[in-house]
């Protein structure tokens, strides 16, 4: 009989709508049952496309006796870390506090006012490795709760009041500048891998918001490292495992240094970002593997995360069915040699195991490889490369595809329409635009309420109940600012106006210019989460600090750019210390430091040809954080364009920074000098 789960629109908490456990989801009505019943809730947090959640669901959660022992002793609470960040956010602090390191499943006991007083993770069916078994972790916290209450309230209390007092290193008021980006780039460097591309050792995740900072640094300073250290890690990844080298997108990590065996997931904040990312390194070099990376990767989230309703799903699992019943890890994407013979025939196989590295031993598990594309002196020919690539692909459509989390959530759509509306006027691809312009139709009619708050999830064209975040707000105003360079409509500056306004009002500190991870008037939790790092996705902090930048820079308002400012100072503090987990910030900064530049663009008409290539030169500058609006002298549809008549009845380019303009321009190659192009 499914339990409370079922009436729940997260696929995540619908997997376990059939668990024997009898789940509550994140509520007041749970904490109070838990009161009730004088017991603990176990607070149980992960994703839909989560391996490790996926198993120990099967190993534990599916199971009756270890069912039994929750029902008894808790009232167990399941969360979408997706769909509740904030909650996700809090108790990750804490478990990575008391445990020093974290990752989903996340598995956390309270009292019943929430206070957090046992932590783990993952946890298996027998005990292993050291581990105990999740049943004498339940019998465990149960005993300690039965027989010393007290001892575990006080832990409990101490543990809260140790979160409270946690206080962020803010920095000051000053914004970061030349000496900080340059520490900050000499922290890169340092921990840079110069044999094959990224930072640190395994795992390795991509860097795609400090590959924005380091092409935005270059482009403001020439710096060739900077440069260089972008356009070789973009090389290693696209090359490596970690990309689908038959359909395209990114899976979430790489398990190893090389990039050669990917955690399979595919998420669309990592699409989103890198398809980005890429089309910004060819904006930058002219590079054709930066090219086809970004249109492939904005092809992958069309054709497979592209929901009904025009918006984009989340994710898709690891897992899938291998074909004998077992749900498998990268069982869709792997290849053994005998497969690649199966659908090519001996010749092309042969020839495909030499291109895409696939190996008798294999580089993953049971002798199958993950394709990459080797570094080789070997010549292949193109065509029959191809078509290897088309064949593999109808083949791979046969076998049983991993599930898809259809769950629409705002922030991500609005890097995903960032990232679809420049590559689409990047590379002349108006569908992609088109596609970047229906999601955020999608976002406008379902996601914003009347006063423009924000829901941070849909599915199936159903609002979610849950109130967005600061990243949710500060990530769908990016998107809107991009369709609004990209599509000339001035509506899409508007709406980011409504969202920026609200970060203002509902997300930063008034005293010091900080800002929370959720709205003044959100459900209280413990503490109230403000965390200015990158995780997998630019932080709320400095991606609203990027949206309040452009937002100014298009309108000239004071209030936004001082609030940009002001909640850069943290950059100020972290950049030189921990330089890759601050990326977009640094982004952020380099705009800053460039002004950043205003280009209007006038013409008689929207499609009238001589306006269309001064619009595209203007898109195509690398100038960092360049806001760009287009339209007729007559518009009043962007406040760039007031007093910006045509030159000699020509379209035109007008260039402004820091309170200074050009003289404008009809010349395409003058504006593009301008922009350093």
Known sequence: ???RLAHETSPYLLQHADNPVDWWPWSPEAFEEARRRQVPVLLSVGYASCHWCHVM??????DQDTADDMNAHFVSVKVDREERPDVDAVYMEAVQAATGQGGWPMTVFLTPDAEPFYFGTYYPPAPRHGMPSFRQVLQGVHQAWDERRDEVGEVAGKITRDLAERVISYGDDRVPGEQE???????????????RGGFGGAPKFPPSMVIEFLLRHHARTGAEGALQMASDTCERMARGGIYDQLGGGFARYSVDRDWVVPHFEKMLYDNALLCRAYAHLWRATGSELARRVALETADFMVRELRTPEGGFASALDADSDDGSGRHVEGAYYVWTPAQLREVLGEADAELAARYFGVTEEGTFEEGASVLQLPQRDEVFDAGRIDGIRER?????????APGRDDKVVAAWNGLAVAALAETGAYFDRPDLTEAAVAAGDLL?????????????????????ANAGVLEDYADVAEGFLALAAVTGEGVWLEFSGLLVDHILSRFADEASGALYDT???????????????DNAAPSGWTAAAGALLSYAAHTGSEPHRVAAERALGVVKALGPRVPRFIGWG????????DGPREIAVVGPALDDPATAVLHRTALLGAAPGAVVAVGTPESDEFPLLAGRPLVGGEPAAYVCRDFTCDAPTTDPDRLRSALGG
């Open 444 to 464: 406008v009619r379902l996601h914003l309420d009347e006063q423009a708050r924000v829901a941070r999830t849909s599915k199936d064209g159903h609002v979610g």
């Open 519 to 533: 709205a003044s008037d959100a459900e209280r939790l413990i503490r109230r989460p403000q965390d200015p790092t």
């Open 586 to 593: 640094l982004a952020v900064a380099e705009a800053l430091l």
């Open 392 to 400: 593999l692909l109808a083949a791979r459509a046969s076998r049983p």
């Open 1 to 3: 009989m499914p339990n």
């Open 57 to 62: 669901a099967h190993e534990s959660f599916e």
């Open 181 to 195: 980006l340059a520490q900050a780039l000499l922290g890169l460097t340092r921990e840079y891998d110069p044999q």
